[in-house]
C-alpha cells in the first residue's frame, strides 16, 4: 500500500497525478469484490431487511464504507442516498424502492462543477426477474462497484478544485434506473457535470473470442446529444461536430490520461454509445445532455454475464470471482482515479468557444475565460483523425488567430490549462460541443 500526503492544492499537479496511478490496491478490490458477492444476490428486487443478503445488505455495507473511508479523511465525504420507488415496468412489476449511494468530495474553489465515478450495485441472473437466487455479479458489476470505493480511498487523500463524486447506483439491470434517479436529481439542484466516468465490468481478461488481454480497455461515447434540434443538426451538417460531442472529446480525455500515466494499458476509443443492443449506467446522463463514457474490459466473455449458475457438458457458467482479475480491476481504476484527479485539477472546459475562418487562409477562435485557467491551448487535428494531433498554447487570452491553418481542413478544439499544465477536456466549436451551455 503507497501512503499518500494529503494536500490542499494541486501544486506540482503531474507529480500528484503520478502518484495516484501507482496508488490502487488490487488487495482491496479483491476484498471489496468478495464482500459484495458474500451477498448472495443484489437483485434490485431481492432482499432489503436482512444483513446478510440481498442489495439491501449491500447498499447499507456500501455506505458504511464510504463513511468509513470519510472518517479516515476528517469527514471529507459527504454520503448521501438517492432513493425512488418504481413500479409498473416489465423489470420492476411492483413498487420497488431504487437505492444509490454516493460520496462527495467537494471541491475548494468550483464546488459547483462535478466529475463522476460510477459502478452498478445490482446483479442478475439469467432471468431478469429472478430475485431469489444467488447471483454474485462478481465481475457485472461488482469490479466497477468495488474500483469506485478504491477510487474513493485514493483520491480522498487529496483536495481539489472541482468537486468528485463517487456514485454507487442500483437499478441498472432493471432498466438504469438508478442513474436516472441521480441524473434528474442533477439537473434539479443545478450540477455542472463535467463528465461521468461508467464502470460496468472492468475485471474479466478472458474473452470468449479466446482472447487473453490485460493490457487495453474500451471506452464507448456516444456522437451527438439525443437532444439535438434541428437548427444544431443543419449547423452541424456543415461545419462537422459528429465525432466531437463533449462525450467523446471526454473519451479523448480518457485516452490520454492512459497513454501518459497508467502503464501498459492502450484505450481503444468505440465511437459508439454502447455495445450492439446493449446499455448502461451513462446513457440517463447522455440523455440530460451531461458527457459521460462507459469504460470497461475490452474483451468480454458472455459465459459469465447474466447466466444462471450451473455447468454443462463441462462449459461452467456463471459470474464468480473466479472469473475476475483482480491487477486488471486495479488498473482501470488507476485509468478511472487519475482521470478525475485530472479533470478536477483543471479549470472546467472553455465555454462559449466559437470559430471564423470562412474563404480566409486563416482561423480564428475566441472563447469566454474560465476561473482559475492561467492560459488556454488550440488543437487541431484531420477531419479523419480519432486523437488530436497539433497543439498549441496561446496564453492567458480569449481568442487566437491560427495563420495559414485553413478552417475547411481540420478539426479545432480549445483546453483551459492550469498553473502546473494541467488540461481540462478538449471543447469543440460551438453548441455542438458545449460541456454545459
Not at 449511494?101 to 439469467?126: C, E, F, H, N, Q
Not at 470505493?149 to 468528485?164: D, N
Not at 478552417?407 to 490549462?417: M, P
Request: aromatic content about 8%.
Amino acid at each position: 500500500m503507497i501512503t499518500l500526503s494529503l494536500v490542499t492544492s494541486a501544486q506540482a499537479s503531474p507529480t500528484v497525478l503520478r502518484d495516484i496511478a501507482g496508488a490502487t490496491s488490487a488487495e482491496r478490490i479483491e476484498a471489496d469484490i468478495q464482500t459484495l458477492v458474500n451477498f448472495g444476490t443484489r437483485h434490485t428486487l431481492s432482499e432489503t431487511v436482512s444483513d446478510t443478503r440481498g442489495i439491501g445488505a449491500a447498499r447499507r455495507w456500501i455506505q458504511a464504507e464510504f463513511e468509513r473511508i470519510s472518517a479516515t479523511c476528517g469527514g471529507c465525504l459527504e454520503v448521501r442516498v438517492q432513493s425512488e420507488v418504481i413500479s409498473g415496468e416489465d423489470r420492476i412489476p411492483v413498487p420497488t424502492a431504487v437505492v444509490n449511494v454516493i460520496a462527495i468530495l467537494k471541491g475548494t474553489t468550483d464546488p459547483d462543477r462535478y466529475v463522476i465515478m460510477s459502478g452498478d450495485i445490482d446483479s442478475r441472473i439469467t432471468d431478469p426477474l429472478n430475485s431469489t437466487d444467488d447471483s454474485p455479479g462478481a465481475n457485472d458489476n461488482a469490479s466497477g462497484m468495488a474500483g469506485v470505493l478504491e477510487a474513493a480511498r485514493v483520491l480522498s487523500r487529496y483536495r481539489f478544485p472541482g468537486s468528485i463524486v463517487f456514485a454507487g447506483l442500483s437499478g441498472e439491470e432493471q432498466g438504469l434506473f438508478g442513474g436516472q434517479i441521480m441524473a434528474k436529481q442533477a439537473v434539479a439542484q443545478g450540477w455542472h457535470i463535467e463528465g461521468v466516468l461508467n464502470n460496468d465490468m472492468i475485471g474479466n481478461i478472458e474473452g470468449i473470442n479466446g482472447v487473453i488481454d490485460n493490457s487495453t480497455a474500451r471506452v464507448f461515447s456516444e456522437a451527438t446529444r439525443p437532444a439535438e434540434t434541428e437548427k444544431q443538426a443543419r449547423i452541424r451538417r456543415f461545419t462537422g461536430g459528429e465525432v466531437d460531442s463533449p462525450s467523446r472529446n471526454l473519451a479523448r480525455y480518457v485516452d490520454k490520461i492512459a497513454d501518459d500515466y497508467i502503464d501498459n494499458l492502450d484505450v481503444m476509443m468505440i465511437y459508439r454509445l454502447d455495445r450492439f443492443g446493449r446499455g448502461g449506467h451513462h446513457r440517463p446522463f447522455n440523455e440530460q445532455g451531461f458527457a459521460g463514457v462507459r469504460i470497461m474490459e475490452t474483451n468480454e466473455h458472455y459465459d459469465r454475464q447474466h447466466q444462471d449458475l450451473r455447468t454443462e457438458s463441462g462449459r461452467v457458467f456463471g459470474d464468480t470471482i473466479a472469473g475476475v482479475n483482480f491487477e486488471y480491476a486495479a488498473k482501470l481504476t488507476a485509468l478511472n482515479a487519475v482521470a478525475l484527479a485530472s479533470m478536477a485539477m483543471a479549470p472546467a472546459p472553455p465555454s462559449q468557444v466559437t470559430i471564423e475562418g470562412m474563404v480566409s487562409p486563416n482561423t480564428t477562435l475566441k472563447w469566454a475565460k474560465v476561473a482559475g485557467a492561467t492560459g488556454y491551448k488550440i488543437y487541431w487535428r484531420l477531419t479523419t483523425s480519432p486523437q488530436w494531433t497539433w497543439g498549441r498554447e496561446v496564453g492567458d487570452v480569449s481568442e487566437h488567430m491560427l495563420k495559414n491553418i485553413v478552417i475547411d481542413n481540420y478539426i479545432f478544439g480549445v483546453a483551459s490549462i492550469n498553473g502546473d499544465g494541467i488540461e481540462s477536456p478538449v471543447v469543440f466549436p460551438g453548441v455542438i460541443g458545449a460541456f454545459w451551455e
